[in-house]
Structures are given as C-alpha cells and as structure tokens.
C-alpha cells in the first residue's frame, strides 16, 4: 500500500509539472504576441510567443497558428467564393430564363396582333421552352386585342360610310384596314340607296310640276345625277303617254278635236299629237276592216283600237255586204267585169276615207 501511494504522488508531480511547463509564462505579451521568459521556465529559451492565448511557441518558420488560420480562411474563402459563385451563375440562368420569356411574349403579341402565322423560329437562344411559352401567351392576347379593334374599327367605318364622308382609310395594320373598309363600305352602300331613293323622288315630282332639272354640284355621286335624270325623263315619257292617249282616244271614238284645259304648252303638244295620229289610225283601220268584209277573212281588232270596235265593225260588214251584192247582179262579159272592178276600187276608195 505505500508502494501505490508512493506512485500516486509522483504521477501528481508530474501532471503539474508538465502543465507548468507548456503554459508557463511571465507576464503580458508584447506587440508581436509574446514575451520574454529569462527564467526560461517554457524550455523554449529566453523569448518566445503565445498569438492570442495559444500554448507557448516559436516563430522558427513564422507562426504555426497562423498558418493554420490562414489555411483555414482560405479554405473557408474558397468556399464562400464558390458559393457565391454558384448563386451568382444561378441567378442569371433565371434573369436569362425570364429575358427569353418576356421576348417571346413580345414577339407573339406583335405577330399575334397582326395576325401573323404563328413562328418561333426567330429565337436562336438556349432556352426555347421559356421563349416558348411567352410567345404563346402574347400571341394569344394580341389576337385578342386584334379581334376587339377589329369591331371597334369596323363599326367606326359603317358609321363614317352612312354619313357619305369620303373613304380615308389611314389604317396601317391589315387586319384593321380590310376591316374599316369592309364597314365603310357596307354603309356607304346604305348611305347610297336612301340618297338615290330621295334623288329619284325628287326627279320625278319636279317633272310632274313642270320643273327644269335641278343643277349639280361637281362633287356629287354620278349615281345620285343618273337617279335624278331617269327619273326625271321617265315622268316626262309618263306624262307624253298620257296626254298622248288621251288625244288619240279622243280622235278614235270621233270627239271633234277641242284642246285640253291645260296651261302647259307641252301637254297641250301632245295631246294634239295623239289626236291626230288618232284620226290616221281609225282611217287606216277602217279601211282595213272593209276590205276584210269585202274578201270573206275574219275581223281582227287591236287593243288599242277597241274603244272604236262599232264603227270597225260596221266598215267590215259593209265590205260582207257589197261582196255579196257584186256576187247577185250577174254580170257578164268584160265589159261588165270592168265595170264591176272600177265599181270595187271607188267603193274601197270611198271606205278609206270614212
């Protein structure tokens, strides 16, 4: 038992010994992070260093710690600066990623928008999906907004077309130019006919009132003068028709002739004009009438001769009658013949002047 107390003490001595030699020290470090040890109670010699509280030491080949430290910062430099490069090449990925999706909207908004075939073959970057989906996205919507001003602007064409203005078509994009002229025109074509419909009245009441045609500006639509000078001219030929037949029925049904109660010297022109071809057409068709008696062919009266069927009809059986009564007197020889054939010619003659 002595001989293991005895150990006990001299391994205490030891451990105290050994840890006064490592640490021991006397006094602050200095400036360059040691102190002098004259006692040299380190076994390290008169001076020696401790860098911030590290066992003493000896700069032999410069500060063992220090070196480690500097090892470890650049380490841990190196890595940091790794990291921070990884983040910096992620970081752009993505802002390269977000720059081919915006460009690609871009490009399918204007191609949409004018309405465009749909082509992505433009982008030659590294990243088609993104450009990709963009394109889609703004070709969708520039349809969208192409089909909204595309009824704004059609509408905004019929409207100007209906108001007559001349067309003043400024639309550059395609889309938007057919569509302002297709509404123009289909309101300038409504425009037109309601203007023609007025001209054409117009026309032919300032005829019947015995009107001389209105004078036209320069500018006016050829279709608008052409409406007005038809119209004009048929409700002349309607009134000439009419007066006309009112003279020539006058004359057929054997009215002594006595001039309209007119002021218009045109209508009173033509009412005389009627009644004498009147008088030429009964005459011609009396004469007719009895030499189709006189030959035994069937009486044939036009329309407008019907108002005198009575005295056509008894021209025609006058020319029955006299045929019948050459055929009852007998006459033979020709001497008689000739007699017969003079008789004939005088009573035709006679007919014709009926």
Not at 218 to 237: C, G, L, P, T, V
Not at 287 to 293: F, Q, R, T
């Amino acid at each position: 038992m002595f001989k293991s107390k005895k150990y006990t003490i001299i391994t205490s001595i030891l451990i105290v010994s050994m840890s006064s030699f490592s640490s021991a020290h006397s006094g602050r470090t200095d400036a360059s992070g040691g102190h002098r040890d004259n006692k040299n109670k380190s076994g390290l010699g008169s001076y020696h260093y401790h860098c911030g509280g590290h066992p003493a030491h000896l700069h032999t080949n410069g500060c063992p710690y220090k070196s480690s430290s500097t090892t470890t910062n650049t380490i841990t430099s190196v890595s940091q600066s790794s990291s921070t490069s990884s983040k910096t090449t992620k970081s752009s990925v993505e802002s390269a990623k977000k720059k081919a999706k915006t460009d690609g909207y871009n490009q399918g908004y204007k191609d949409g928008y004018n309405n465009y075939a749909i082509d992505t073959s433009s982008y030659s970057g590294s990243y088609d999906d993104e450009y990709n989906e963009g394109y889609e996205n703004g070709y969708s919507e520039g349809s969208k907004k192409l089909e909204v001003e595309v009824a704004s602007v059609k509408e905004s064409g019929y409207n100007i077309g209906l108001s007559g203005t001349l067309l003043n078509n400024t639309y550059t994009n395609k889309s938007l130019s057919e569509a302002y002229e297709e509404g123009y025109k289909k309101g300038f074509s409504e425009y037109k006919e309601v203007k023609i419909e007025e001209y054409t009245l117009q026309g032919k009441n300032d005829s019947y009132e015995n009107k001389d045609m209105i004078e036209f500006p320069d500018d006016i639509q050829e279709e608008f003068k052409n409406a007005y000078i038809q119209s004009y001219n048929d409700a002349q030929e309607e009134l000439k028709n009419k007066y006309y037949m009112l003279g020539f029925n006058s004359a057929i049904k054997g009215e002594e002739y006595k001039s309209i109660d007119e002021d218009n010297e045109k209508y009173i022109g033509w009412f005389k004009d009627g009644y004498d071809s009147g008088i030429s057409s009964l005459e011609e068709e009396l004469e007719k009438a009895y030499n189709l008696g006189y030959e035994g062919e069937d009486l044939y009266i036009s329309e407008e001769m019907d108002i005198a069927k009575e005295v056509i009809n008894e021209s025609y059986v006058k020319g029955v009658s006299d045929k019948k009564q050459e055929n009852t007197l007998g006459i033979v020889g020709l001497g008689g013949i000739a007699g017969i054939g003079g008789l004939i010619y005088h009573r035709k003659r006679k007919k014709a002047k009926l």
